[in-house]
């Protein structure tokens, strides 16, 4: 079979490198692609905008499967287009994708559906905005209503913080934005895949947003991840999936926009239980890359049997018993104004020691990698437990000459410190 793969970055590039491995595959394409991604396969010059052109090109080399990875495209319609044509496509539909593309949709579905989440404000304008704050007591949660790549997002603790988000989201005119209250406990992400009808998880993960060491700095949209997340465990897994996934899943079925693809659930792990912070509509980046790192299975077959509604009749996925680590390599700067065109060598020596390196935001100029973009590389290892997976990753970063990059040096610290605290509790 002949498979298309819609994207350019780091998540691009961990399917591309699980599809290429599929019995089933013939020959895989990929557009825009990435020079990682041209490792996998063919890159063809497509632009993903252009709906037209990428049907063509499906019909001319007779695509079985189109596997769109990021957003944009989806929340522009391109599955739905695909479809009409008669292309089985993995990703849903651009009333489906709402969940994504409309913070404000998600809640009010959550509204409707009974589904755990945090209580919400939908506004409009900067009054409105300090209102809903007055409500909520100072302490809010401010999210841009939109696409926001993962950084959108002011989790403010205080008066002052959140007015001054407040000012920065309002400082162009009228705007739309969800103000919600503060979530206590610990973040994790569940990923499920589902035709619209049946749904079977596909592996959890504990992404590191903040910038910095510790946690701390401005968000981004990830500075890397683990898998499993040890805190999601089998039994919240489970009340998530039934209290959380389900009901969106039939909610969305019912009003005639099922959704088809995966939906990835936020969750903050609070003393009630799990609740959604939100969803995207797509793996994450980059917690697809320890997902793809642990997964088994022939993802082509897999993904062919979402597009197909045949879901149900599917093996579950088969993950690895390993735990993958993460760590993002990005370029100085980031997530504000960074710096493009670093030389970037020593991928191979990385890759000698074990880690996979996944390309994002990279080019080739003269022969040479060189940074492109915010997330420039994501160098992952695998381990029989955190700390062993952890090394793994770090070993690869070392290898890695990247003078104008940086990467958090702690990824999967707060699981690192559940273990040697189950170790010490032990032994006492």
């Known amino acids: 079979m002949n498979v298309l793969l819609i994207g350019s970055g780091g998540r691009e590039h961990a399917l591309a490198w699980r599809l290429a491995q599929s019995p089933a595959l013939h020959t895989l394409y990929a557009a825009p692609g990435n020079p990682g991604i041209a490792r996998h396969a063919t890159i063809a010059a497509l632009d993903p905008s252009n709906h037209r052109m990428i049907v063509d090109f499906c019909r001319r080399e007779t695509i079985g499967l189109v596997v769109i990875g990021p957003e944009q495209p989806l929340v522009e319609g391109l599955a739905d287009t695909l479809r009409a044509a008669g292309v089985p496509v993995f990703g849903p539909g651009k009333a489906a994708a709402q969940l994504e593309g409309s913070k404000g949709f998600t809640k009010d579905l959550c509204a409707r559906a009974n589904i755990p989440t945090a209580a919400y404000f939908r506004v409009t304008s900067k009054d409105g905005a300090l209102a809903a704050l007055d409500d909520l007591g100072g302490r809010a949660v401010i999210k841009a209503d939109g696409l926001a790549a993962g950084k959108g997002v002011t989790v403010a603790l ?20 969800v103000i919600e209250e503060v979530l206590e406990g610990e973040e994790a992400s569940l990923f499920v895949l589902t035709d619209g009808n049946a749904a079977v998880a596909f592996g959890s993960a504990q992404d590191h947003k903040r910038v910095g060491d510790g946690d701390t700095g401005p968000n981004t949209g990830g500075m890397g991840a683990y ?44 003393a009630d239980g799990p609740k959604l912070i939100e969803y995207n509509v797509r793996f994450g980046d980059p917690e697809c890359q320890v997902l793809m790192t642990r997964f088994t299975g022939d993802l082509v077959a897999l993904l062919l049997a979402v597009a197909e509604g045949r879901l149900a009749d599917t093996a579950a996925p088969v993950f690895s018993d390993a735990i993958a680590l993460t760590v993002v390599m990005a370029a100085r700067g980031y997530p504000g104004t960074h710096e493009t065109g670093g030389a ?53 970063v070392v290898a890695i000459d990247f003078p104008t990059g940086f990467a958090r040096r702690d990824i999967g610290w707060r699981a690192i410190e559940r273990a040697a605290s189950v170790v010490a509790t032990g032994e006492n």
């Not at 407040?166 to 162009?172: E, G, P, Q, V």
């Not at 969305?252 to 939906?263: E, W």
């Not at 060189?370 to 160098?379: D, E, M, P």
Request: hydrophobic share 50%; glycine share 12%.
């Open 158 to 177: 205080t008066r002052a913080e959140a007015e001054a988000a407040i000012d920065a989201l309002f400082a162009d005119g009228p705007a739309e934005a």
């Open 344 to 396: 970037i060598s020593g991928i191979e020596t990385a890759e000698s020691t074990g880690a996979v390196v996944f390309q994002a935001g990279t080019r080739e100029a003269d022969g040479a990698i060189v940074a492109s973009g915010g997330r420039v590389l994501a160098v992952t290892g695998t381990g029989g437990d955190i700390s062993s997976a952890q090394a793994a990753a770090y070993r690869g």
């Open 227 to 270: 898998s499993p997340a040890d805190v999601l465990t089998p039994v919240l897994e489970q009340q998530a999936i039934d209290t959380i996934v389900r009901p969106t899943i039939a909610a969305m079925a019912a009003a005639g926009t099922p959704f088809s693809g995966v939906l990835y659930a936020g969750l903050m792990l609070t």
